[in-house]
């Protein structure tokens, strides 16, 4: 496909680096010539300098022959203006980072008005992730499949868990509830595990199975799920915002610390169920003030990620259950994840991902049938969903016939509304999705799974 990425920064250079890997034409546009010759040089893509809301700028661009037009600017305002001119244009598809909870309001009414595809809100959808985390507090990150209904989660092995030296094969035999783990991270390395994995204490490991299957399965092995009572988020943003709004629904208490008085009047007056605490969430004394040791979750969402990270460390055995620590760099994770924080969130990445899955399920008419994408470990794994379409041609197939690419394993089969996990004689029937876990990225259709290579 043909796309034009509108905005250089941190979400337009994962995006730019992603899709140009998977042989698209993209071309970025930016106001900061500098930054366009950077991004254009080291992702080998075109580079245009120039206002994206502006049709020469686009036309300079090649609008006219483009897919996809993705605008993720600083600015709303920019973003929507650029893909009205794109509509007008061209007749492409359109994406736009929109932020401000006011337009977040009306996204069902600007998407239909102004003809847009997507509309993106990262620090919504990073509070989305986090909600979910403080829900099932023992996981340290969960995507969802089939519209919720099917759960990858992934978890540390605790010591002296019965897990440790259990290998794959007698994991149904030990623990017969319908899970599989799919991937597996010790130390440096990552990898699609088979049944002769032995689990370690200490070993990353994401799971697939059904929501209910995961919490038996988590109390089975001696891991606490219980949904925390109350969180105390540290920083008053747009994520706290949107956060906090969540969890009040979920019933969760929430207090929140949070310099700026003006904000706290913002906030006090946005959320009259939180409560509100005026004062610098760095300071030892406030938060032994606020009772943080009785707090079960904590939220460090500064816009200083070296606060968060000092934050996060010291509330670690502080609070009884959850330590979420919102990152805005992404450079240095070998470095961050050497700390041993408890659960990480990027907005950044969370927006370039939910764009990047929404790209390829563009692409249906063009064979494509990608339906969820998730990057995991650090964007070394990547997890799809699959729809199996009523003519394709690998349903009716069983997978032990099917010669399937190394480093892949069909991790779940869900199916009107149950999870099943696949065995060899197990097939695809029209109407299915299919989980896929691999270390290849850039899997457009379900067919890539299969390894064409003769012999």
């Known amino acids: 496909m043909q ?3 509108v905005g250089c920064g941190k979400v337009g250079r994962a995006l730019a680096a992603q899709l140009s890997g998977e042989d698209n034409n993209v071309t970025v546009v930016d106001t900061n010539g500098d930054v366009v010759k950077t991004v254009a040089n080291y992702y080998d893509v075109m580079g245009v300098t120039g206002n994206g809301a502006s049709y ?14 993705i605008a993720v600017t600083h600015n709303d305002e920019v973003n929507l203006l650029c893909c009205v001119v794109a509509r007008k244009a061209a007749n492409c598809h359109t994406i736009a980072r929109v932020r401000n909870p006011v337009y977040s309001e009306e996204r069902a009414f600007l998407r239909k008005e102004l003809g847009l595809s997507m509309i993106i809100n990262p620090e919504y959808a990073a509070a989305q992730e986090i909600a979910r985390l403080l829900r099932f ?22 010591a002296a868990s019965m897990l440790d030296g259990l290998a794959l094969r007698e994991l149904p035999q030990k623990l017969p509830m319908d899970v599989l783990i799919c991937a597996a991270e010790r130390g440096e390395e990552v990898l699609i595990p088979d049944g ?4 370690r204490s200490g070993d990353l490991l994401s799971m697939i199975a059904i929501p209910g299957n995961a919490a038996a399965f988590f109390k089975k ?16 943003g747009e994520i706290t915002y949107y956060l906090s709004k969540l969890l009040l629904n979920m019933g969760i208490r929430v207090k929140i610390i949070e310099k700026r008085r003006e904000r706290c009047e913002e906030l006090s007056d946005l959320l009259p169920k939180a409560t509100i605490i005026c004062g610098d969430g760095s300071d030892r004394e406030l938060l032994r003030e606020e009772h943080l040791e009785q707090m079960d979750s904590l939220v460090a969402g500064t816009d200083m990620d070296e606060e968060n990270i000092i934050l996060s460390l010291y509330a670690r055995d502080r609070v009884r259950a959850k330590v979420v620590t919102k990152l805005n760099h992404l450079d240095f994770n070998d470095v961050i994840h050497s700390l041993d924080l408890d659960s990480l969130i990027y907005p950044k990445n969370i927006a370039a991902e939910y764009i990047l899955q929404y ?20 964007g070394r ?5 699959f729809l199996v379409h009523k003519n394709s041609d690998l349903a009716g197939i069983r997978l032990q016939d099917m010669r399937l690419k190394r ?23 029209p109407g299915d999705s299919v989980i896929v876990v691999t270390t290849d990225s850039g899997f457009q259709d379900i067919h890539d799974i299969l390894d064409t290579r003769e012999g």
């Open 381 to 385: 794994v990547e997890a799809l969903e």
């Open 407 to 429: 480093n892949l394993l069909i991790a779940g089969i869900g199916r009107k509304g149950r999870l099943i996990i696949p065995g060899g004689q197990d097939e695809f029937l």
């Open 359 to 378: 790209v390829r399920a563009i692409g249906n008419s063009m064979g494509s049938n990608v339906e969820t994408l998730y990057k995991l470990m650090d």
């Open 196 to 199: 002769n994995f032995v689990i």
């Open 3 to 5: 796309i034009i990425i």
């Open 137 to 158: 507090p023992s996981a340290i990150e969960i995507d969802s499949f089939s519209k919720g209904r099917i759960e990858m989660l992934r978890f540390r092995v605790p």
């Open 56 to 69: 020469s700028v686009l036309a300079e661009a090649d609008i006219e022959h483009t897919d996809v037009l």
């Open 221 to 236: 092995v001696g891991i606490s799920t219980n949904q925390v009572k109350n969180t105390m988020i540290i920083g008053g």
